[in-house]
């Protein structure tokens, strides 16, 4: 939910310019799943902020807990099991909205300012705008939006935008006991990871890497990796994420191109009546 | 001297012709409402954004349903023959009102027949697609793929409906006597004999004229 609701640099169904007079520093959370020990204190410290209780679910015999992002669920830890070059490797990511440059669930969007980007990058939702078509799910190239059954509005990660407006990091920055989140300018933050690669690679991790994929123009919420060539390892995380080129299609200047093209037959058919006119019985071919 | 008429519609088909085009209509202007912005201020029509997206579809289905039945009654006067083809090659005599030059048009002229198979292809993609991007109720159950092409089909299928119907409503208001056919039942023999020569030969056979 919004409080810079001045400094906007997108919105969704919207065509005209939104408040975008300043512009805010970009910013950017560093998830190091290097450091991350999976404790799940940021997934707490999310419930307790955004004041969001899940259902108390089933022990599915594995540490993922809930299953999935729910719309209580803003973030939640996923856990992998994988065999690399290195021998068994537990890997942790912490799971949420990736705060895209250009996101998907915007794009989708036909509620006008149900979805905004903020000129600090951050995607936010305003459900009193939210119609709950869920077209924003088709749209989102991560799979992070949820429906709620219960107001059949959407949630997700709002990477603390109230905090940030007034100053302070996110809850699960905050929160996180091992320092694996860190939140700054975007900028920082790269700077920040480079640092952290740099070490991972002198202590054996050839390929650590920093995930900002350049396919959604890069993400407000960043990942140090120790595989960062193949980020699947990590619960699927998609090695090269970009809208779908069927939401493109369905979203792209096709539309314009179809109103206009109603448009045109409508104006079609109202010059042909007073040009050529209508089809009449002849009164005199008629009677003979 | 009255005017002698022959029945073109009966009370039943007219009724269930209209229950598709208030659906339609109803269905045309919350759909555009989502497909693009500028036309985002329709969904007041339907009591706001919330209230137009859970209706749409519901209204959906009820267009479907009497749809089926309104084609249903219609299939058999719609099949193309050899002199539909001649027909088509000659639009532009159909637009310049040449009529008399046009091979003759049974119950249906072939511009007719063939937005009618238009009509049955979109509806079909629109129902089919329609369910699959269903929320709450059934877009959950999908492929998150299977979703993305069912927005892009359903969007797609409804602009080529809507195109049709536009051509479909001015065929009505161009051809003077059709309207009141669909609302009445009825036509005069001359409009027949005019319009659809050998639907004309076919009805008064054997009565006198
Ligand atoms: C046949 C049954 C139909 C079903 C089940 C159906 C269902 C849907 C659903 C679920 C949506 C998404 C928004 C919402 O949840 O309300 C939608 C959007 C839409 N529908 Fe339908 N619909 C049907 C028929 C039609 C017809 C006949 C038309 C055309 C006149 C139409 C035009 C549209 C348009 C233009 C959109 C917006 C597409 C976009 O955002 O690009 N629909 N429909
Ligand atoms: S569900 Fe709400 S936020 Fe998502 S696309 Fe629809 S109106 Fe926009």
Known sequence: MPLQSLDITRRSATTTPSPSQRQTEEVAKLIDTTKCIGCKACQVACMEWNDTRDAIGDNHGVYDNPMDLTENSWTVMRYSEVETDRGLEWLIRKDGCMHCADPGCLKACPAPGAIVQYSNGIVDFHEENCIGCGYCIAGCPFNVPRLSKKDSKVYKCTLCSDRVAVGLEPACVKTCPTGAIVFGSKEDMAHHAEGRIADLKERGFANAGLYDPAGVGGTHVMYVLHHADQPELYHGLPKDPSISPLVSLWKGVTKPLALFGLGLTVLAGFFHYVTVGPKEVDEETESS | ?209
């Open chain 2, 1 to 209: 001297m009255r005017e002698k008429l022959i029945q073109r519609y009966t009370p039943p088909e007219r009724a269930n012709h209209w229950v598709v085009a208030i659906a339609f209509v109803l269905l045309a202007l919350s759909g555009l409402a989502l497909f693009h912005p500028s036309l985002y201020w329709l969904s007041s029509l339907f009591g706001g954004g919330p209230w137009m997206r859970i209706l749409h579809p519901f209204i959906g289905v009820v267009l479907a349903l009497s749809f089926v039945a309104l084609a249903l009654r219609l299939w058999r006067f719609n099949r193309m023959s050899k002199d539909d083809e001649q027909w088509l090659c000659q639009i532009g005599d159909v637009m310049r009102n040449r009529d008399s030059k046009l091979p003759e048009a049974g119950r249906y002229n072939a511009g007719q027949k063939l937005l009618f198979y238009v009509m049955v292809a979109c509806v079909a993609l629109l129902l089919l697609s329609g369910i699959v991007i269903w929320r709450p109720w059934f877009a959950g159950a999908f492929p998150l793929v299977m979703v993305r092409l069912g927005a892009v089909i359903h969007a797609l299928s409804a602009f080529v409906l809507i195109a049709g119907i536009i051509v479909h409503i001015y065929a009505a208001i161009l051809t003077k006597g059709s309207i009141h056919a669909m609302v009445r039942g009825t036509v005069p023999q001359a409009w027949a004999r005019k319009h659809h020569p050998a639907w004309y030969r076919e009805m008064t056979e054997g009565s006198n004229r």
